[in-house]
């Protein structure tokens, strides 16, 4: 098993930058991607980057491309989310999440964290 702490939410005003942390334990010699997912209100979750593990690959959803970066620290099993240019569009509970087994980048993920909240105000 895998578990996830994600950290780094806030708020923050629309142009403004946040960077998201998700630390892994457990089995973390097995993770093969790990991805960062966000729920808005009301809305369904939505993936929003992804990185492979031993070779870096990634994927963005269109609406967070050229502004979030997904970057990764394989000696502390952690995974960074760099959010720039944000907007209040981008309000939202970001998950991270992770699997052992391969799979898409975009999924289906089977560890996910608690999530944090991100604000992002107009």
């Known amino acids: 098993q895998v578990q996830l702490v994600e950290s780094g939410g806030g708020l923050v005003q629309a142009g403004g930058s946040l960077r998201l942390s998700c630390a892994a334990s457990?089995?973390?010699?097995?993770?093969?991607?790990m991805g960062w997912f966000r729920q808005a209100p009301g809305k369904e979750r939505e993936f929003v980057a992804a990185?492979?593990?031993?070779?870096?690959?990634?994927s963005y959803a269109d609406s967070v491309k050229d502004r979030f970066t997904i970057s990764r620290d394989n000696a502390k099993n952690t995974v960074f989310l760099q959010m720039n240019s944000l907007k209040p569009e981008d309000t939202a509970v970001y998950y991270c999440?992770?699997?052992?087994?391969?799979?898409?980048?975009?999924?289906?993920?089977?560890?996910w964290g608690q999530g944090t909240q991100v604000t992002v105000s107009s």
């Open positions: 990185i492979r593990w031993s070779s870096s690959s990634t």
């Open positions: 457990g089995r973390t010699f097995s993770i093969y991607t």
């Open positions: 999440a992770t699997n052992l087994r391969a799979t898409s980048l975009r999924g289906p993920y089977a560890y």
